[in-house]
């Protein structure tokens, strides 16, 4: 599962990804949410789109080592970002796309937040972590 920086149209997913696989057990129905949104909306190059059905591999799930990975490239990609751009996952999501030479659509932002809630929004502690608190316990909602 490696993570290509200069992949942007991916980039909105990793901390979607990250949330979804922390627990070490992504769900089926937070499977189905992220695959079927993702297919009706977003433009994606078949080289991407088939690296993103391979994060989304159940059979096959990260291991600790990429899910490392993938924060670390989250953490590298929201080191110079506004709190602004960190207050939710599809925040976060969206700036690192744009950081990256890249944007989201109005749908594919949509998307992006309709996943969001499917995994539980950002009060999550693997959210929490993402978003400015190493813990996880972090409220977010105090940080304002």
Not at 22 to 31: C, I, R, V
Not at 33 to 52: G, L, T, Y
Not at 113 to 136: C, F, H, M, Q, Y
């Amino acid at each position: 599962m490696s993570v290509d920086s200069g992949r942007s149209a991916l980039l909105p997913f990793l901390p979607l990804l990250y949330v979804a696989w922390s627990d070490g057990n992504m769900e089926l129905a937070e499977l189905r949410a992220i695959c079927s949104r993702v297919v009706d909306v977003w433009k994606m190059s078949p080289q991407d789109r088939e690296q993103f059905a391979r994060w989304l591999d159940p059979d096959q799930p990260p291991t600790e080592n990429e899910l490392g990975e993938m924060l670390a490239r989250v953490r590298e990609s929201a080191a110079g970002l506004s709190a602004e751009d960190r207050r939710s996952l599809s925040e976060l999501g969206a700036a690192m796309a744009r950081a990256g030479g890249g944007g989201v659509t109005p749908d594919e932002r949509v998307a992006l937040e309709e996943i969001e809630r499917a995994l539980g929004g950002n009060e999550t502690p693997a959210a929490r972590k993402l978003l400015g608190d190493p813990s996880g316990l972090e409220d977010p909602d105090r940080r304002k």
